[in-house]
């Protein structure tokens, strides 16, 4: 996914991101069933505004993660 923060900022890209999230979560974590993941571009700074909404398996909550991801400075 670090490659994909310095590939031109459209659609596809933040498409590209969004499944690799899921990929991920999916596989490495068990304990939650992803109920949404958004991924929007910032265009102002090339930025992407990322919302996981999960619920832990066995609990009737759901919990939502909100981060910004960005190219390293």
Do not use: H
Not at 19 to 38: A, G, H, K, W
């Amino acid at each position: 996914m670090y490659n994909l923060l310095f590939e031109p900022l459209d659609a596809f890209t933040a498409d590209t991101i969004k499944d690799e999230i899921i990929n991920t979560i999916n596989q490495y974590e068990p304990r939650v069933e992803l109920t949404s993941v958004n991924v929007t571009p910032i265009y102002e700074g090339n930025k992407l505004n990322v919302t996981i909404e999960y619920r832990i398996v066995g609990l009737p909550i759901v919990e939502t993660i909100n981060f910004v991801l960005q190219r390293p400075e």
